[in-house]
Every structure is written in structure tokens, then in C-alpha cells.
């Protein structure tokens, strides 16, 4: 079904394509290049990953004794779930050896301890004050969407197909004043062309939906090449990661991309290996969570090809977990976890940290990593650095209130 | 009483008027509503036959737990004989046993939510059953992990649903002891340190319950609980379990404790965290179970849960902002009428503000599509789907369907085979409901799996990205196409749905439509059938 129902809808959209520029929610839409080539992908680990076990201190003395079933094997111990060394004192989850090769090409950059400004446990207020960028309750709008407005354009105003968010609803971070698209496989038929062209009539009509309607179809004639390579993706996050590269490697492409890859709450049996263990039913959990982050790294990179040089990848999550594995063998909501930029122009191979400790002293409220980078500093490390945003954008619009968080200097190479 | 339209009534309230819905509601909007809180709890009939909770941990293990511990034994034994090609076949065996239990547990979950779905498409109830809805959605048990997947749609048969018109008190304890809830909010093993077992196990307590109960379920993030009260809370339910623990011989490392029944909610009292625990400044010092009931009974008492209940209403019947006046009458109810939710409701029927404002709500892309369903009057092809039947049937093909949706399913692309090879009435009954979930999926919110303990959110930012929009409205198109032929004259259709209601742009572009298929794909997919 695939081919002839999105063919279908090429078809479509280009029919309905003069009809959407007359538009008042596209003036300029048109298939004309953005005024800047970088590529931002926004990848959010929802749920709270631990960043002890996405990069484990393994040379820290009480990493044993506080977490116990938590550590894999020592680097270099050859035991059949080492972790992967990257500096004297940390090093990358077992499963994941692709980013271990991206980090030894010089690609993949590690930001320790750092956290939101957030400092309770909630996920769903902790995931918010990341997609909006600020503890302000008041903003509800994504920095992303703030980003969009602020993208060096040549003058011109922000399109719909600058900003994606790959799948049917928009997180919040792509939520604001400026268009975004959505995207996800088409499952039925599309609606035929005249059906369609009185049906945009009546969307037109309505203030609230008509911008998404049209988004949509904008988002639809650039589908043809996010399809072809999806078919044997492993699992929805490498699906997510194809789709993504195939849109961001179009010269009219969009230039940010988010992606939501969730359920990383590890409350119980985080470390479990096996679908089903021998002791009880339970899935799976990080250990395969992890290889689907592994394998979706590496269809983004190679979907993305020559573009992948002009791309920054932004791995990040709401909160870290406590430092103490639980009574369950798993972990609970905590503070501080790790951060990760990957691209073709980072100046990567090495963990940025502040690095306190796991003494009982070291923790906060004797219980989470400490945080001592907010992780808007990679952020907007990034967008000064790699997507050419003022600095003055980036401290009034884009991360209000937070003069104080400076941004990151030298992550990528110039 | 003017702004009282029956129009509001089936759309704003209800999940829109299937054929004659408007002769039942005459010219009695607001009473079709109340009499609909008043009626007495009944089961509908479509859930006959399926599993409750104990019943569904039973047959899991005769179905899977007992027999995997015997096949790995076996295995074990062929390894240490060095007899490799036994032990190969028996692990090919443990992966087919395997394979049967998930996909097992996907069909029973599927069957569940088609029965749910011809419940919603059919009862004369409607209001009723969003109120089913939002309660569930607001102390959800999604379908997300494993253990408590398959419990979810027996959680909202067996806590939430009895309770819509009754005390949230009592729906509250009726979610925290049911096992789905235990389960997925881990607190199956979490245990107090100072307990008795908990001092030889070393181990302690899970904060997971206790913290969404404060945060999800009762007074809201804003509440101004500290993590002390989390703690604190956590304490007073450790224990709060179920017995067996699993349905694995092996992992019921317990004897059935006297009492205990199979499957069902049972309190380790040599769990529980000793002493009085003091949550929100107040001391509980109760033993067993009666301390973490007595917690929640209060809990559920409070003015900043009222606030949060009241508030998650009106914004869901009436706007994304409702007005302060409202809510903090529905909270006054709410309280004065000791937690009842069917006064609660019923004050927000009688309240002007959401018949004031028909049409300022988005609705849910599940709420969207059985809408479509329910005013075409087209339930899944067999309204009564007998689950027995269809668990021992051979019917591999739509497993395997079933399967390939479920497997990964909050993007899954969805290998879709040729309808030809579904050809017994069972695969095809099995069939239309998975393509129905995978379309519903498809616009960002698949049924029963909602993304976490807090549930859908519930504003139009949360359901107005431009492919779920899309999406909607492209299934609307295909409904349309499908059934055009029978519902005769579309503006007549579309007066019958909107009785002197209808908006004159989608009144005049159905007129002027050029062939029937194509005035009803205007109406389905119209921006204003997405709204309520």
C-alpha cells in the first residue's frame, strides 16, 4: 500500500500546491532554499534516562556499591557487557558501540551532570520546562518553535517546511507563533482532488485548524523520499531516525527535526537483559532500549550522507535517576543525568564534567547526581555555534531569564 | 434554559448522535443528560466473556508461566549432557511459547478495545461513556508495559467504570488496589526497610504510586506536596500488592498466604513500613492497610484535589481555559457533596458555560473517529465478539497482523497483507479491529496506550498537529467513501446530525457537492465535525 498511497498523495499535494501558496498561512511557501543549510535533530529521551548507566563513571570507587545490578562490566575487563572507555573516568553503556565509534571519530560529544533548571520530580513538568526552554510556566511555547523565528532567513519569514516534528502531534518544544509540520506514514487513501480542493475551502474557513490542514499538505510533498528506505527499520525510533534523515538531506528540506523516543522511567529491573527472564515476565529494559538508540543513531548518520557534515544531533532527557539502585533493582526520578552532541562538525571525543562525585556529601538531597552544567548550555552552544543564531536571539527569545547559563565554547570544530 | 441544544447535548456531550439519537433526546437536552447520571451501573453486554483481572493472570499461567520453567529445565539438562541439538529444539519450543504469549496478550487486548469501541459506537448512554473516558484517562493504566498490558481494559471494567456517577473516594482506593494500577506504578514489591521482611531482604520502598497519586491523580503538581509526603505516602501503601506476584511458579516465591485470592489485590502485612506516617502534616497511625486507605480517603477530600478534579472537567467539557466562576463551583460541589462525581457532573450540565461554548473543543482522534462511526451507525462488524471463540480459534493470519502492529506499535509501520488472505469471519472480524486501531494510532493516539501515568493531555495544542489533523480527516474521506450509498440524501444527513444547527459554508459546499460520496466526505472530514 505504501508506494501507490504516498505516490497518491504527491500527486495531490502538487495539484493543491497553487491553491495552498494563495493561501494566507503561506505567502512566500514555495520550494525555494533556506537561508542557512544547518540541520538541527532534537532527539528527546522522554521518561528520565539515567545518565550512571547512558555513561557510566565506571573508574568512580562507589559505583559498585551503590548501584550493585545496575553496573555492567568494567571496560576492558572482556567480560560480555563492557562498557565502552572513553576517558579515565567514564565511559558508554555497553550497548551502545556505534555512538562508542562516532565519539572515537571525533563526532560524538558527552555533557556530564548537566540538568534543566527544573528541580523537582515530576516528568511531566520536567519535560515541559525542557520543550519550552524555561521554568516560566507562563511561556507556553517550545524554544524550538522560538528557534524557527530566529533562523537567519535572508529576510524572509519562516516557512512551515523549516520545522518537523516526525510523527502525527507536535511536542511541545515545536508548538508556538511560528508554523511547524508534522509527519507521519500515511495509512489510508488520500482525499481526492476536487473532494480535496472544496474541502481546503471549508478549512480555510476556520481559524484554529486551517494552518495545521495546510501544514499538513506541505509536509505531504516532501514525503517521496522519507519513504523508500523505511521498510526495514528494526524498530519505531530507527523508522523515526530514517524518516528524519530523508527529510533533512532535501536541500528544501526542513533544517530542525524533533523526534520522541520514550519510556526510559526505570523504575523496576532497568538492567534486565532478556525479554522474558528466567525469574519473571518482565521485558527487557534498557539493555534494549539502548540498541534501538544504537541502531537509529546509525540509520540517521548513514540516511543522511553528506548532509550529516552540516548536522547536529541533540540527545538529551527531562531528568536523571537516583544514584541508588532502588528496592525493585531500578532507579527513581533524580536530577542530573548526561547529554549528547553528534554531528560531522562537532569537535567531539571527549565528556565535558564538572564532575562532583558520588559521595553521600556530593549528592543532592543525598540521593541525585548533582547538577553542575545546565543543559541549555550545550543548547545554545549549538545554536550560536552551529546554526549561526545572535547571541542576542539566543538570550532574549530563545532562553529567556537565563543570562546567567553561559553558553558551551568550542563544541563544534570551525 | 435558551442556549440548551440538543446538537450540544449529542456532539459537546456525548459522542455524537447515532440514527435516532434526537428522537430519544425530544426536546429534553440537559434531562437525555441527567437521566443518563442517574441511571444504575450495569455492565454493558459486550463485555460479557471477558476475562476479569484474576481470571486473566490465571489463564496466563496455564497458558505460558507453568510451562516455560519446564522447558528451560529440560533445556538445562539436555546442555549438561552436551546433547546441543535437543537443547536447540527446546529453545526453539520455550520461543514459540513465548511468542504465544505476547501475541496472546495483544489479542486480548485488541479484542478489548473493539468490544470498547462498539460499546461507545452503540449505547444510548454516550455521556456516560465519556465520563467512562475521562476517568480512566485520569487514573490511566495504559497498555504500555508488559506485565499490566493486558490488565487495562479489565482495570476500567472493574475500577473506573462502576464509579463515574459515584465517589471519587471510592474510585480512587478501587484504582490504588487494582492490580493493573500495582502493577504499573510498581508498587507490587515495594516493601518498607524497617518492615520485617524488608530488614532481611534489604530491600525498600518504590515511590512510584505514592508520588502520581499526589501529582496525577489527587492535588496536582501545583498541589504543594513535598517529597517528604511522597515518601510518606509511599510508606503508607507499602505492601499493596497482589498475590501471586507473578503468574510464574517460580516467581510466586510466596506460599498463598491465608486469604489471599488468585489474581487479586492482597496486603503483605510483613511489608508494610511500620509506625505512623505523616503525610501533609497529619499523622496517620492506623496499622495495615487501613493506614494507605485512610491516606487516599483523605487525599481525595482535599480542596486542592477538588480544584484539580474540577479544573480537568470543565476543560474537558467546556474549554482549554474555562472560566474561574466554573470551576470553583464544580470544586464546591465536588466537596460539599463528599467527593460525589455524578453532583459534580451534574453541576456542570446545569452550568451555561459549556452549552455557551459548543464547538470550542478539538476533539480526540479516538473521540473523532467514533464519532464518524456512531453517526453513520456502523459498528465493528460483529457488535458482539465472542472473546472465547476467537482466543481458540486457529485464526494465525490476523494473529500475525495483530502482531506486527503490536510489536512496536508508537510508530509501527504496519505490513499490511492482502485482504484476500483473510477469509474465515473470525479473521475478518479480527482484521477490521486491528485496522481500525492502526488508524487511530496512526493519528497520535493509540487506544488503550496512552504515553504514561498522566494520560492524554486534552488542549487543542495537544491534537492539532497538522498530520494527526490530516489524518482525521483523510479517514472521515474513506468512511465517506465506503458508505455513501447508504445514508441517502446528505443534506438531509447532515440535518439529521446538526438539526437546524448546520454551518452555512458546509451546508452550501454540500449542496453544490458533485456526487453523494463527496458531500458526505465533506461533512466527516469537515474542520467542523473535528470540533465539539
Not at chain 1, 565511559?91 to 551532570?113: I, K, Q, R
Not at chain 1, 540527545?315 to 549528547?340: K, L, S, W
Amino acid at each position: 500500500m505504501n508506494i501507490s498511497r504516498r505516490a497518491a498523495l504527491l500527486g495531490i499535494s502538487a495539484s493543491t500546491l497553487a491553491g495552498a501558496c494563495a493561501s494566507r498561512a503561506f505567502p512566500d511557501m514555495a520550494f525555494a532554499d533556506a537561508a542557512t543549510d544547518k540541520r538541527l535533530v532534537a532527539i528527546f529521551l522522554r521518561g528520565g534516562v539515567d545518565g550512571l548507566s547512558l555513561v557510566p563513571p565506571y573508574a568512580e570507587p562507589k559505583l559498585k556499591a551503590l548501584r550493585g545490578p545496575l553496573v555492567d562490566d568494567m571496560p576492558g575487563s572482556g567480560g560480555p557487557n563492557a562498557m565502552h572507555k572513553l576517558d579515565g573516568m567514564f565511559a558508554l553503556n555497553p550497548d551502545l558501540p556505534y555512538f562508542h565509534e562516532m565519539f572515537l571519530s571525533g563526532e560524538l560529544l558527552v555533557l556530564h551532570s548537566a540538568a534543566s533548571p527544573y528541580r523537582e520530580r515530576s516528568h511531566f513538568d520536567a519535560q515541559d520546562v525542557i520543550d519550552r526552554g524555561t521554568t516560566d510556566r507562563g511561556l507556553r511555547q517550545g524554544w524550538l518553535n522560538r528557534v524557527v523565528g530566529r533562523l537567519p532567513d535572508g529576510g524572509r519569514k519562516a516557512r512551515a517546511d523549516l520545522a518537523l516534528g516526525i510523527g502525527p502531534t507536535l511536542p511541545l518544544s515545536l508548538r508556538g507563533p511560528e508554523p511547524a509540520g508534522s509527519w507521519s506514514p500515511p495509512v489510508q487513501s488520500t482525499i481526492e482532488g476536487d473532494t480535496f480542493e472544496r474541502l481546503t475551502g471549508l478549512y480555510r474557513n476556520d481559524a484554529n485548524l486551517s494552518a495545521p490542514f495546510l501544514n499538513a499538505v506541505s509536509a505531504g510533498k516532501m514525503s517521496g523520499g522519507a519513504n523508500s528506505a523505511m521498510g526495514s527499520a528494526e524498530s519505531p525510533f530507527e523508522e523515526m531516525a530514517t524518516v528524519a534523515a530523508a527529510f533533512l538531506r532535501e536541500k528544501a528540506g526542513p533544517r530542525i527535526v524533533t523526534i520522541d523516543f520514550g519510556n526510559w522511567d526505570s523504575h523496576s529491573d532497568q538492567n534486565a537483559r532478556e525479554l522474558i527472564t528466567p525469574q519473571n515476565q518482565w521485558p527487557g529494559r534498557y539493555p534494549s532500549f539502548y540498541r534501538k538508540l544504537n541502531s537509529g543513531m546509525r540509520a540517521l548518520k548513514t540516511g543522511l550522507g553528506s548532509t550529516w557534515q552540516d548536522t547536529a544531533v541533540l540527545i538529551f532527557t527531562e531528568f536523571g535517576r537516583t544514584v541508588r539502585v532502588n528496592g525493585t533493582n531500578g532507579t527513581d526520578h533524580g536530577t542530573a543525568g548526561a547529554a549528547m552532541l553528534a554531528g560531522g562538525a562537532v569537535a567531539g571525543g571527549r565528556v565535558i564534567s564538572d564532575w562532583r562525585g558520588l559521595a553521600p556529601r556530593d549528592l543532592l538531597d543525598d540521593r541525585d547526581l548533582y547538577p553542575t552544567t545546565d543543559v541549555r548550555a550545550l543548547f545554545k552552544a549549538t545554536l550560536r555555534e552551529h546554526m549561526g543564531l545572535l547571541d542576542t536571539d539566543i538570550e532574549m527569545t530563545v532562553f529567556p531569564q537565563s543570562a546567567s547559563i553561559g553558553a558551551l565554547e568550542g563544541v563544534f570544530r570551525t | 434554559m435558551a442556549n440548551r441544544s440538543v446538537t450540544t447535548a449529542a456532539h459537546r456531550f456525548g459522542l455524537g448522535p447515532k440514527p435516532g439519537e434526537f428522537d430519544t433526546i425530544g426536546s429534553k437536552p440537559q434531562a437525555w443528560l441527567l437521566d443518563q447520571l442517574d441511571t444504575p451501573y450495569r455492565a454493558p453486554r459486550q463485555f460479557e466473556g471477558f476475562l476479569s483481572t484474576a481470571d486473566q493472570r490465571r489463564s496466563m499461567f496455564h497458558r505460558y508461566a507453568d510451562v516455560t520453567p519446564r522447558l528451560r529445565e529440560q533445556r538445562e539438562a539436555a546442555l549438561a549432557r552436551g546433547d546441543h541439538a535437543e537443547a536447540d529444539k527446546l529453545s526453539a519450543e520455550m520461543k514459540k511459547v513465548e511468542f504465544g504469549y505476547l501475541t496472546w496478550m495483544n489479542e486480548s487486548m485488541m479484542l478489548e478495545f473493539g468490544a470498547q469501541t462498539n460499546v461507545a459506537i452503540t449505547t444510548n448512554e454516550p455521556f456516560r461513556e465519556r465520563l467512562v473516558r475521562f476517568w480512566c484517562n485520569h487514573l490511566v493504566v495504559p497498555a504500555i508495559k508488559q506485565p499490566s498490558k493486558r490488565l487495562a481494559a479489565a482495570y476500567e471494567r472493574e475500577a473506573i467504570r462502576p464509579h463515574v456517577t459515584g465517589k471519587f473516594a471510592d474510585m480512587l482506593v478501587a484504582s490504588a488496589k487494582h492490580p493493573g494500577m500495582l502493577v504499573f506504578l510498581d508498587n507490587i514489591l515495594s516493601m518498607g526497610s524497617n518492615s520485617a521482611y524488608g530488614q532481611k531482604s534489604a530491600r525498600g520502598i518504590n515511590e512510584n504510586l505514592g508520588r502520581e497519586i499526589l501529582e496525577l491523580h489527587t492535588m496536582g503538581v501545583m498541589g504543594g506536596y513535598t517529597q517528604s509526603d511522597v515518601i510518606e505516602l509511599s510508606k503508607g501503601i507499602s505492601g499493596w500488592s497482589l498475590w501471586p506476584l507473578t503468574e510464574n511458579t517460580q516467581g510466586s516465591w510466596r506460599e498463598q498466604p491465608p486469604g489471599a485470592q488468585y489474581g487479586a489485590f492482597y496486603f503483605y502485612a510483613d511489608w508494610h513500613e511500620p509506625g505512623a506516617h505523616v503525610l501533609l502534616g497529619k499523622s496517620y497511625n492506623q496499622s495495615g492497610v487501613a493506614q494507605g486507605e485512610a491516606m487516599l480517603n483523605d487525599l481525595a477530600r482535599r480542596p486542592e484535589t477538588a480544584r484539580f478534579l474540577a479544573t480537568k472537567l470543565a476543560q474537558h467539557f467546556v474549554s482549554d481555559t474555562p472560566n474561574e466562576a466554573l470551576v470553583r463551583r464544580l470544586a464546591d460541589v465536588y466537596l460539599s457533596h463528599d467527593t460525589d462525581l455524578g453532583e459534580m457532573t451534574r453541576a456542570l450540565v446545569e452550568a451555561d458555560e459549556p452549552w455557551d461554548m459548543a464547538g470550542s473543543k478539538l476533539k480526540q482522534p479516538q473521540d473523532y473517529v467514533l464519532s464518524v462511526l456512531r453517526v453513520l451507525g456502523k459498528p465493528l462488524l460483529n457488535d458482539n465478539v465472542q472473546p472465547q471463540s476467537i482466543y481458540n480459534a486457529d485464526t494465525y493470519k490476523w494473529r500475525e497482523h495483530i502482531w506486527a502492529l503490536y510489536y512496536d506499535d508508537e510508530f509501527g509501520t504496519v505490513p499490511v497483507k492482502d485482504p484476500a488472505d483473510y477469509t474465515s469471519d473470525l479473521a475478518k472480524n479480527g482484521l477490521e479491529i486491528a485496522t481500525l486501531y492502526r488508524d487511530i494510532a496512526a493519528m497520535g493516539q493509540p487506544p488503550l496506550r496512552a504515553p504514561g501515568p498522566q494520560g492524554w493531555y486534552d488542549r487543542w495544542s495537544d491534537w492539532n498537529g497538522a498530520d494527526s489533523v490530516l489524518k482525521r480527516a483523510e479517514f472521515g474521506a474513506a468512511k465517506a467513501e465506503l458508505y455513501a450509498g447508504e445514508i441517502g440524501d446528505p443534506a438531509a444527513f447532515l440535518d439529521g446530525i446538526y438539526p437546524g444547527h448546520a454551518p452555512d459554508d458546509l451546508a452550501s459546499a454540500v449542496k453544490r457537492a458533485a456526487s453523494g460520496a463527496q458531500a458526505l466526505s465533506l461533512i466527516l472530514s469537515s474542520p467542523h465535525f473535528q470540533r465539539r
